[in-house]
């Protein structure tokens, strides 16, 4: 009986990964440096053990692995289990899940780190239960996925939940996918650190110093009233609201989770996100939406890759 | 053998409804009033002889009719059968799948109006064969359907693919549905007119006529390089391209299909289009996306009707 499945999920720094049981528990967990200096085989092969170590540490037999997946950092082309460019790993052309399934001899599949983190979220997370939801992710960057009636949603080539592109500002600044003011350039964590320099070298008043930024003294500035945290916060906001207002529209969800660094201001971003949201979007589409943090952490990815399979990609 | 399969769209007008096989042939169709004064009973009764009589005239006897798909327009209970509100018919909490199902003995499916063309696009149309397309129809409104990685989407209530609604100009006109700047009120029929009409009222220079407006006449007079008409016609395009590229990052489709009257401009509308769509789509999303006219003009609704059943609901 092959009951558990592995989700590990591949990072520029770390490999985390965790064996789970068919219903979505945690049997045990792991996370390793990702090595990337080693090159995609060196990789491949510690990914291959550590798999093994972790599912011998448990007591479980390598029999008992219904199957792994992977969540990856960049382009890939999923049905075939090939990755196509990882830009923080500099893979190219690597046709992981036939290496992996060769070694491994269990099913493997792939997809990219936002869609897996959706995944996780979905199956075991803040959308337990829900089918229709959209998982925002704002870090670094702006990730995002997508699940409609209980399906991850890829599109054409994986880039479906791409949320983080839309643009909310066509007079905004430049983001580094080359477009002008998507919205990841207003409400990631690094846009809201942009931002709070740009108005310090503006000489603006506020509690904010350039050399102790970071999104979480944004919005403890912000709560405490201080204008340039308040003005930066509210801006972010208001981008989001618009983004989920558009995503109702589109995918009508009954619930959407957020995520990310940025998500741990907890109700200082979510209560006036709601409100904004409640302004923004249209009346039909926004009945019964719900707006929730994540409840995952950084473990969603390894969580939603092992998902992939253990959900009979449902 | 059950092999043949019924598709009816009900307008405020008039009915259109299709005898369909399984593979998707149109072997009968036929056009009656709706004669909405009837009332719902009354509308049902005429729909169950009519669909009747349908199958008769074609040879085939109703034991053969796998099941009958119904289009409508306005609010539905879709999971269960039942119309909450048809504005243009009045009916209100009408649980049409039940009263269908007792009278036929075939499986009944109902869906909202833009669904149903999508869906007819996808099965036998200018989707057919693609897993991934968004439809858009632009005619007195703007309305949509997703179907995505071979599925149509409804979302929490029904509302996918709602993206007539998506804000386009935060400073623009209100629309009928009472937020500021839908892409309703800039690329349907009725906006197109209507911004001509303001040009005109303003004295504006056009060959252009307050007696004589429609969408093809303000596409003519673009072809013809009137300003006025070239002006609007731009703003459209310019509303429509940034709406596709919203989509191709929410969903990523591989193809959009653009139905309705204004669509019936052909090259005028598209080539530009895709030249917009081209500058504004992100790089990653937008390869390998085609957008292409509609196919199946107004049968699109009763053949989208009937592969509800006949694609098994896929």
Redesign the interface.
């Known amino acids: 009986m092959r009951k558990y499945y592995i989700g590990i999920d591949v990072g520029g720094t770390s490999m985390k990964m965790g064996l789970m049981s068919e219903s979505g528990e945690v049997l045990a967990e792991a996370e390793h440096l990702t090595q990337k200096e080693d090159g995609p085989d060196g990789v491949i092969a510690r990914m291959v053990e550590d798999a093994k170590q972790l599912a011998d540490g448990a007591g479980i037999s390598w029999n008992q692995i219904g199957g792994v997946g992977v969540g990856l950092p960049g382009?890939l082309d999923i049905p075939n289990g090939v990755v196509k460019y990882l830009t923080n790993l500099g893979w190219r052309n690597v046709p992981i899940k036939e290496k992996l399934e060769q070694a491994w001899q269990v099913p493997v599949s792939i997809d990219n780190d936002a869609n897996v983190a959706a995944l996780g979220e979905a199956w075991q997370g803040a959308g337990k239960g829900v089918?229709?939801l959209v998982c925002i992710t704002l870090g670094t960057g702006v990730g995002g996925g997508?699940i409609?009636?209980g399906?991850l949603?890829?599109?054409?080539?994986?880039?479906?939940?791409?949320?983080g592109?839309?643009?909310v500002d066509r007079e905004g600044v430049r983001c580094n996918?080359?477009?002008i003011g998507c919205l990841e350039t207003v409400a990631s964590a690094t846009a809201l650190v942009r931002m709070a320099r740009e108005a310090i070298d503006q000489g603006r008043e506020t509690v904010l110093t350039a050399e102790s930024l970071s999104a979480r003294e944004i919005f403890s500035a912000c709560a405490k009233g201080d204008p340039v945290a308040s003005e930066i916060v509210a801006k972010a906001i208001d981008a989001l609201a618009?983004t989920l207002?558009?995503?109702?529209?589109?995918?009508?969800?009954?619930r959407f989770i957020i995520g990310g660094g940025v998500a741990k201001a907890g109700d200082v971003l979510l209560n006036p996100l709601r409100e904004a949201y409640e302004k923004?979007a249209?009346?039909?589409?926004k009945?019964?939406?719900e707006i929730v943090l994540a409840k995952l952490g950084n473990r969603a990815g390894f969580i939603g890759a092992a998902g992939l399979l253990a959900r009979g990609r449902k």
């Open positions: 382009f089918d229709d997508v409609a009636e399906h949603l890829h599109g054409m080539n994986g880039f479906a939940g791409e949320v592109h839309i643009q996918c080359g477009q618009r207002a558009v995503l109702s529209l589109v995918l009508n969800p009954s923004e249209q009346d039909n589409v009945q019964g939406v």
